[in-house]
């Protein structure tokens, strides 16, 4: 038994590690931005990572969707270094919430895709406009089962 939870332990901290790197090797993109994140931001947005999946009640496999906001957001108008790290954390909450409000009916490319495409329209960066008014009136009509917006209720 013993050996098994060190086993466990051992293949968490590789994981831990090729996450790590991941969301650092997105610097070599996002600098030319003007953005960088430090080891200990990379290491703070995981820990966020994993907090917000238990109180989500999600599991993820694979690497998470970190690397994939980050090189989604980085060339707005609205993210600048003495904001990036805040803002790609909630960014990473407001993903996973949603995903949660919109039954999983979208994929996580079609729901990134729909909140920049907020984040820098309608809601003009602001990261409360897009999680409690654009984000909830959206989840709201895919619930209703519209087919005005992305995914399987896009319109044809």
């Given at each position: 038994?013993?050996e098994?939870?060190?086993?466990?332990?051992?293949?968490?901290?590789g994981?831990?590690?090729?996450?790590l790197?991941?969301?650092?090797?997105?610097?070599?993109?996002?600098?030319?931005?003007?953005?960088?994140?430090?080891?200990?931001?990379?290491?703070?947005?995981?820990?966020?990572?994993r907090?917000?999946l238990?109180?989500?009640?999600?599991?993820?496999?694979?690497?998470?969707?970190?690397?994939?906001?980050?090189?989604?957001f980085?060339?707005?108008?609205?993210?600048?270094?003495?904001?990036?790290a805040?803002?790609?954390?909630r960014?990473?909450?407001?993903?996973?919430l949603?995903?949660?409000?919109?039954?999983?009916?979208?994929?996580d490319?079609?729901?990134?895709?729909?909140?920049?495409?907020?984040?820098?329209?309608?809601?003009?960066?602001?990261?409360?406009?897009?999680?409690?008014?654009?984000l909830?009136?959206?989840?709201?009509?895919?619930?209703?089962?519209?087919?005005?917006?992305?995914?399987?209720y896009?319109?044809?």
């Open positions: 038994m013993e098994d939870k060190m086993l466990h332990d051992l293949m968490e901290m994981s831990q590690k090729d996450e790197q991941v969301i650092t090797n997105t610097n070599s993109y996002t600098q030319q931005f003007g953005l960088k994140l430090t080891d200990a931001d990379a290491r703070e947005l995981l820990s966020r990572r907090e917000c238990m109180q989500q009640q999600r599991v993820e496999f694979g690497g998470g969707v970190l690397d994939k906001l980050i090189f989604a980085c060339d707005s108008d609205f993210i600048d270094q003495d904001n990036y805040e803002t790609i954390a960014l990473q909450d407001i993903f996973y949603y995903k949660n409000e919109s039954m999983d009916e979208l994929t490319d079609e729901l990134i895709e729909r909140m920049r495409e907020a984040f820098d329209g309608e809601c003009q960066g602001s990261l409360v406009y897009l999680e409690e008014t654009y909830d009136r959206f989840a709201r009509e895919i619930r209703r089962g519209t087919r005005k917006f992305v995914g399987r896009q319109d044809e």
